[in-house]
């Protein structure tokens, strides 16, 4: 199981981003899949989740600023994060779930400056 994120990079303030996850020896559309980051210094938190049904969640912090997505047809997921800020940064981990069973992706890093 492989769960490889990409798109991270460097981004000025109020700009946007886009993340995007995909997994090999995986089926995601059985899974819930999440978005997480770890700020420097701090601790991992959620983003944004979708369900297998296509229902979503986003941290408040972002709420109106980001966009989960799903295409099972590719194996993946994304998250497009627009109005970016400083407190965006960090290293963002995709996240495969199910019953207590989870899956990491090996994180890609954020960077928020002008």
């Known amino acids: 199981v492989q769960l490889q994120a990409s798109g991270g990079g460097l981004v000025q303030p109020g700009g946007s981003l886009r993340l995007s996850c995909v997994g090999s020896?995986?089926?995601?559309?059985?899974?819930?899949m999440s978005w997480y980051r770890q700020p420097p210094g701090q601790q991992r938190e959620l983003v944004a989740s979708?369900?297998?049904?296509?229902?979503?969640n986003y941290e408040d912090s972002v709420k109106g600023r980001a966009t989960i997505s799903r295409d099972n047809r590719k194996n993946t997921v994304d998250l497009q994060l627009d109005s970016v800020k400083s407190a965006d940064a960090g290293v963002y981990y995709c996240?495969?779930?199910?019953?207590?069973?989870?899956?990491w992706g090996q994180g890609t890093l954020v960077t928020v400056s002008s």
């Open positions: 996240k495969a779930g199910l019953r207590g069973v989870a899956h």
């Open positions: 020896g995986i089926l995601i559309s059985r899974y819930v």
């Open positions: 979708v369900n297998i049904v296509g229902e979503k």
